[in-house]
Structure formats: structure tokens, C-alpha cells
């Protein structure tokens, strides 16, 4: 005889609950962190391992715990019970979007991740365009510092222009000090790799351009490479524009390279590393050129402001209609990257040249 288990009651949670899988993660701990600083919210913390799970419970009181493998499709449904919004934060995310996403849709919930992974990004939007906008929910990828930010920079810098010539988006770190989960994913994602030319996805050369770049800032002048991301997804889903160009200055390239490089280790009390950076996007259409840029520190604590204001935003209905869609296709990103704390990022909007 077959036992079943009954579909558990929501939780009755006295704030929009975001549902945050893979809660035990580095960049998890970030959002968790916002979305506590924040207040307003219930927490739904997902995982496959209690006891870790526990462990970030105790530190977010309030918060609910629950277990779940994201393979088993009856699991997931009764682990986002009651949430109004899920973020996903378990990479590699070309396994478990679909995974979350699927769950997502059959509780008509929205989804947002943390993906850095180009072509994760680029299969959800090719997968989930249609079914997202049928089912009357947003689906997010990439709302995070590779794919989010860009994009949005993209969308304040280009103003009123809904197409362009050419777009760049050139990134500036220090440092870069990997986690185990991003050099995860990039050996599970080795290969998967495209630029954006021609109005299309092409396989990048096999040795990259190099260039100068002059950033603002502390940066100053960079020797910079072509370097596939995100962004290039994202800001092709809604300017028209041929080229998207994504630049990186060599020194985080280096410390990816290097498998001694260590992981990042926090030095303030939010938990961030103190690797600094920023990202400047130029805009060019006929003899005109846009520029907005952003600077902050910790690539991975700043997305957790990112992601939550974009949860928030939807939850409070400060967002465009539903489907699989670009955050600056979603949001007033002037507005979006103004709203943001000084303290996690520095927004210089554009001035048309």
C-alpha cells in the first residue's frame, strides 16, 4: 500500500515570503543578509543538506528551514509552499534553473536567480519566453553583478534610444578570489561560450582582442580583453543593435586562471571581501555616445541588493508585464540603480556626449 503525503498548509507567514534556494551559499548569505537588513519579508530557506540549513535558520530568526532535492518535482512544490517570489542561488544554474523554474510556474510564482552562466541564461529566456508569459509570471535570470548590472547600466546609460550601433560594457576588478561554487560552474560550463556580432551569437576567437580602456575612477587606464558574460544575453533581449561588446582588465582574469587563488574572505562586518570594482557601459549610435557606470565592493555581496530590489519591485508591482525578461526591459533602471544604497554601489548615470 502506497502512503501519501499531503500537501502541507502555507505557512502562514505575516510578510511576502521569498522562498531562497540553495540558502547556504556564499552569495545566498548576502541576499539573506538583505533581504533581513530590508525587513518586510518571510524567509523560506531550500536546500538538500538539514543541517547547514539549520545552521543559517539560527542565524535568521523567523526564518523557516525546509529540504528539499530539486530533482524531486513533489519535494520542491512543498518547499515553496507559501512563497510569493523564489531566488535561486544554486548553481550550476544550467542544471537547476529548469528545475526551479518549472516549480516557479506551477505555483505561479515569480522566479528570479543569481546565474553568471551565458548560455544558462540564454536557454531560459529561449525556453521560457512563451510559457512564462502564458502563466502571468516574471521569470528573471542573471539578476546579479554579470548579466543584471550591465544590463541595467545599458538601459540608463542608452536613455529614450531603442536601438544602437554598438554597445560596450567594459568591467574592472582588482581581484578576483573565486568561491568553490563559481569554479564549479566553470568547469561544468567549459565550452559554452559565445559573443554577440552581427546581431547574433558567434563562437569567440580563439585569442581575445585586447584593448585600452580608460575607466573612471581609481581604475584609470586598464589594458582590457573580449570576455563572454551574461550581460551580452541580457541586453540583446530588448536593444536592437548589432554588436555587444563585454571588456575585462587582465588582472581577475589571472586570478581565475590560477588555482591557488583563494576564496574571498570577509573584512567588514556585511561579510564582504575587499575586492573593489567597477563596470562602464558606452552606448554609440551615429556620431552620439552614451555612458553610465557603477562602482562598488564584492562582486558577489553586491548582488544581493540587486536581486532583492528587483524581488521587491515585483512583488510591489514597480515592474513591466510577465514573461522571461531583461531587468532593464522590466524596470526604470535609472530609477532601479538610483534606489540602491550608496554603500553597495556608486551610480554615475549617463550625460549624452
Excluded at 528551514?65 to 550550476?92: E, F, H, M, S
Excluded at 502571468?136 to 536613455?159: E, S
Excluded at 552581427?198 to 575607466?215: D, I, K, L, Q, Y
Excluded at 563596470?279 to 541588493?305: H, K, L, M, N
Aim: with cysteine.
Amino acid at each position: 500500500m502506497s502512503t501519501q503525503h499531503p500537501t502541507p498548509t502555507p505557512t502562514p507567514f505575516l510578510f511576502p515570503t521569498v522562498a531562497v534556494i540553495g540558502a547556504y551559499g556564499h552569495t545566498a548569505a548576502f541576499v539573506l543578509g538583505e533581504l533581513s537588513r530590508r525587513g518586510g519579508f518571510g524567509l523560506l530557506l531550500v536546500g538538500r543538506d538539514p543541517i547547514r540549513l539549520d545552521a543559517v535558520a539560527r542565524a535568521h530568526p523567523g526564518a523557516e528551514a525546509r529540504v528539499a532535492d530539486l530533482a524531486d518535482p513533489a519535494a520542491l512544490d512543498r518547499a515553496l509552499a507559501g512563497a510569493a517570489v523564489v531566488v535561486n542561488c544554486a548553481g550550476p544554474f544550467a542544471a537547476t534553473a529548469p528545475l526551479v523554474i518549472d516549480a516557479a510556474l506551477r505555483a505561479g510564482i515569480p522566479y528570479l536567480d543569481v546565474a553568471a552562466e551565458q548560455s544558462a541564461v540564454l536557454a531560459t529566456f529561449e525556453r521560457y519566453a512563451d510559457r512564462a508569459r502564458e502563466a502571468g509570471v516574471a521569470v528573471v535570470p542573471a539578476m546579479a553583478f554579470y548579466g543584471g548590472l550591465g544590463d541595467l547600466l545599458v538601459g540608463a546609460a542608452k536613455g529614450d534610444w531603442e536601438e544602437a550601433d554598438e554597445i560596450t560594457i567594459a568591467i574592472a576588478l582588482d581581484s578576483w578570489l573565486p568561491t568553490e561554487g563559481t569554479r564549479r560552474t566553470g568547469r561544468s560550463n567549459a565550452g559554452g561560450h559565445a559573443v554577440y556580432k552581427g546581431g547574433r551569437f558567434v563562437p569567440p576567437a580563439a585569442e581575445p582582442a585586447s584593448f585600452v580602456w580608460e575607466f573612471p575612477g581609481a581604475f584609470g587606464e586598464q589594458k582590457v580583453v573580449e570576455y563572454t558574460t551574461a550581460d551580452q544575453v541580457t541586453v540583446s533581449r530588448h536593444v536592437r543593435v548589432p554588436d555587444i561588446r563585454v571588456l575585462i582588465n587582465e588582472t581577475p582574469l589571472r586570478d581565475l586562471r590560477d588555482p591557488g587563488t583563494p576564496p574571498p574572505t570577509a573584512v567588514d562586518a556585511h561579510g564582504r571581501s575587499a575586492q573593489t570594482f567597477v563596470v562602464d557601459v558606452v552606448v554609440r549610435r551615429g556620431g552620439e555616445e552614451r555612458r553610465a557606470s557603477a562602482s562598488g565592493q564584492d562582486i558577489y555581496a553586491v548582488t544581493a541588493p540587486l536581486v532583492v530590489e528587483a524581488a521587491t519591485r515585483i512583488l510591489d508591482g514597480r515592474a513591466t508585464g510577465p514573461g522571461a525578461l531583461a531587468p532593464a526591459s522590466l524596470f526604470d533602471a535609472t530609477d532601479f540603480l538610483h534606489a540602491l544604497d550608496p554603500a553597495h554601489l556608486t551610480f554615475r548615470p549617463h550625460v549624452p556626449s
